[in-house]
């Protein structure tokens, strides 16, 4: 007869490692489950392109470490991806806010004297031919 032994973890560091790994996971899972209901309301004629492209992401690197580089480089990206599709959900629509510079696209300062010779040059052109 032969039995079967189920190895059983005892050390707390490895615990803790596996712990850790399975929170990283489920909150990996979450992620994913956000990503899905946000591309389901993305006013876009690619939203099915988008839905798709997400799980295909999510699919080839499922069995990847959620503690890697990559990984963490891909759900830096999915999140700022994330905040993009709750703009146009109404979760986002409550705490919806636009923070511009002053003015944000500055001119240099010289733009009005280089407007100015410009269509000073323009004008006179345009009197000397009248």
Known sequence: QHFVHHKTVNNPATLATMSASNAAKRDLLHLYRKLLRGCQTYPSKNRDKILQSVREDFRENMNLDPN???????ISVAIKGLSQLHQFDNRGAAS???SLEQNPFPKPDNYSDKRTKAVDKILDENQETK
């Not at 890697?68 to 891909?74: A, D, F, G, T, W």
């Open 68 to 74: 890697s580089e990559k990984v963490k480089q891909q």
């Open 96 to 98: 919806f806010s636009v």
